[in-house]
């Protein structure tokens, strides 16, 4: 495990990434005490809310349901209503 103090880590943060990036932790002190450390992940797939993204299209679909069933009123209906808005606004 690499050590660099808050000051070295914030100058050369693309240098410490690297190392995560193969493998190693970096603890960061601040004051001669640990404040954090960077490990990498345990696995290398990424993984937002338990959910593996999809490849290619099928991502942008799979993402756009799931906003749909997120939200699925829009918050200014129509665009007659969105431009009635803005008419009112200017």
Same mark, same amino acid.
């Given at each position: =495990?690499?050590?660099?103090?808050?000051?070295?880590?914030?100058?050369?943060?693309?240098?410490? =990434?690297?190392?995560? =990036?193969?493998?190693?932790s970096?603890?960061?002190?601040?004051?001669?005490?640990?404040?954090?450390?960077l490990?990498p992940?345990a696995?290398q797939?990424?993984t937002?809310?338990?959910?593996?993204?999809?490849?290619?299209?099928d991502?942008?679909?799979?993402?756009?349901? %799931?906003?749909?069933e997120?939200?699925? %009123?829009?918050?200014?209906?129509?665009?007659? %209503?969105? %431009?009635?808005?803005r008419?009112?606004?200017?």
């Amino acid at each position: =495990m690499s050590v660099a103090t808050l000051q070295q880590f914030g100058q050369n943060l693309p240098a410490w =990434m690297a190392l995560v =990036m193969r493998g190693e932790s970096v603890a960061i002190v601040d004051g001669g005490k640990e404040v954090a450390r960077l490990m990498p992940p345990a696995s290398q797939t990424l993984t937002v809310n338990g959910a593996k993204p999809a490849a290619g299209e099928d991502w942008r679909k799979t993402r756009l349901a %799931e906003l749909e069933e997120t939200f699925p %009123e829009p918050v200014i209906g129509a665009s007659a %209503e969105l %431009e009635a808005f803005r008419a009112e606004r200017l």
